[in-house]
């Protein structure tokens, strides 16, 4: 593929910056794709073949880049967004990948001018348990949705920017979804944020009833594992996703609770038969979604 954006600037190369990076050098071998970060999260993504090279001044990082990708922290990314803005060209396309989108865009509307780079909230919905450039992959948006916030048919979603993006996130595995801010982070609470705090409340569980000898810990097989995935993430990953969301997360925290009570008052009926053949249902669809 030639590339449509002949320089491309990674802000935060952990692993959403590291593996979109690395699928550029993998799929789009004709852009030049530096990062900005700490100095030895840098050298990783060097080493690692992801960026041609890296810069801890912004200004360089992004000085003639078509496209700037934040994979920062929602926090990090609303604080540099209006230094971005400024030090953007006016032709560049600013993207982010933050995991909740209704923060990120309002503060996008303050500092992006109607004549000047152009902004465009975006989410990979992929990830790992594990951060960091270590963990980066360049696979690891195929097969996934990618929300991309707008409408078809608005005047932003036909900027030619905008369409060679979508064009590049197709190149590289991914397939766009476009949608609003309130509806993405309405339904990101339900599939994304609120499995993260599931497994860090079952985790609790498990932690809580072990005893001196292990048990039941020891006792565990790959059922358990496999439950608790996500809890190996880290609370640096999320803590901005869940302060920027928690109106969303409340209520999915709500229903779930009302949903435990509910099996509990079921032990004993045959209605809980009724729940795992409509839980086994929603797997099915899930499993066929891959």
């Known amino acids: ?131 960091g450039i270590a963990a980066a992959d360049a696979e690891l948006v195929r097969g996934s949705k990618y929300a991309l916030i707008g409408k078809p048919g608005e005047a932003g979603t036909r900027d030619p920017r905008v369409i060679e993006f979508v064009a590049l996130l197709e190149k590289i595995g991914a397939e766009p979804v476009w949608l609003d801010a309130e509806t993405h982070d309405r339904a990101a609470a339900i599939v994304s944020h609120l499995p993260q705090l599931l497994a860090v409340a079952l985790a609790g569980v498990v932690r809580d009833q072990t005893d001196k000898t292990g048990l039941p810990v020891t006792l565990a097989g790959r059922g358990l594992r496999d439950a608790l995935r996500l809890a190996g993430s880290p609370y640096s990953v999320w803590r901005d996703i869940i302060l920027t969301n928690s109106d969303n997360l ?34 099915k669809i899930l499993r066929d979604l891959q």
């Open 1 to 131: 593929m030639t590339a449509p954006f002949r320089r491309i600037a990674i802000l935060g190369t952990g692993l959403i910056g590291g593996s979109f990076a690395l699928a550029l050098r993998k799929y789009v071998p004709d852009a030049v794709v530096v990062g900005w970060d700490k100095e030895h999260v840098l050298r990783h993504a060097l080493e690692r073949g992801a960026i041609h090279d890296g810069f801890g001044e912004l200004s360089l990082a992004v000085a003639g880049a078509d496209l700037i990708y934040v994979a920062l922290p929602v926090g990090h990314t609303i604080e540099l967004l209006p230094e971005v803005a400024r030090l953007a060209s006016p032709s560049a396309l600013v993207t982010d990948a933050s995991s909740t989108k209704r923060s990120v865009c309002a503060a996008a509307v303050e500092c992006f001018p109607a004549n000047g780079a152009h902004f465009l909230g975006g989410h990979p919905m992929a990830g790992k348990e594990i951060s």
């Open 250 to 283: 409340d209520r999915a925290l709500g229903q779930l609770i009302q949903s435990l009570e509910q099996l509990r008052g079921d032990l004993r009926t045959r209605a809980l038969e009724e729940e795992f053949a409509a839980a086994g249902e929603l797997y």
